[in-house]
């Protein structure tokens, strides 16, 4: 793959809200979590975890958590993406709650662009109850969820959506 090749790949993935009831093939989730697999992480900790959920009543439960967000109870598959403290934090003390943090976005990332690479469309969901989360998948005290990412078939909207300039992003030496 070219650099262009890459550009447009990333510009051609978007954030679907609307997906089939399709099950996705062992093979696609074994792939997405391959791909997260490699993603870098600090010290070498892999401090994230997953849990998937397929059942519709837990997918159900996750969606009344997230706030009613209908992605969540509709896609096929839930990845809930965890930040593992007690694996950075063994290491780098407090500083390795952001590490772990960092870890699971960056695994979540990795997750949403493999999903895309099989043709598949997915949603990053960030807003939900963090505690209600918790309770619904029994997530030790050590693990925060971080993210929800629906993925599954779907219907990616007809336009890319407009995004700012990269100069409105970037301060060159200083702020």
Known sequence: ?????????????SSVRSYSAEPLEP???EYILACASTAPSAGNRESWD?????DED????????AFEQQQIQDAPAIFVV???????M??????????????????CTYMM?????????????????????????GLPQHVRP????????????LEPMERMPVNEHLHRETW
């Open 27 to 29: 093979e696609d989730i």
């Open 50 to 54: 997953v849990v998937l959920v397929t």
């Open 82 to 88: 965890c930040a593992n403290y007690v694996r950075s």
């Open 90 to 107: 063994s290491h780098y003390g407090e500083r390795g709650i952001l590490y772990a943090l960092e870890d699971a976005t960056i695994a």
């Open 58 to 65: 837990l997918r159900m439960d996750l969606a009344l958590a």
């Open 1 to 13: 793959m070219n650099s262009s090749d890459l550009l447009h790949f990333l510009k051609t993935r």
């Open 146 to 157: 971080v993210a929800l990412l629906s993925v599954g078939r779907g219907t990616p909207p």
């Open 113 to 137: 662009l493999a999903a895309h690479a099989r043709g598949l469309h997915s949603c990053w969901t960030g807003a939900f109850s963090d505690d209600d989360i918790r309770e619904i998948l």
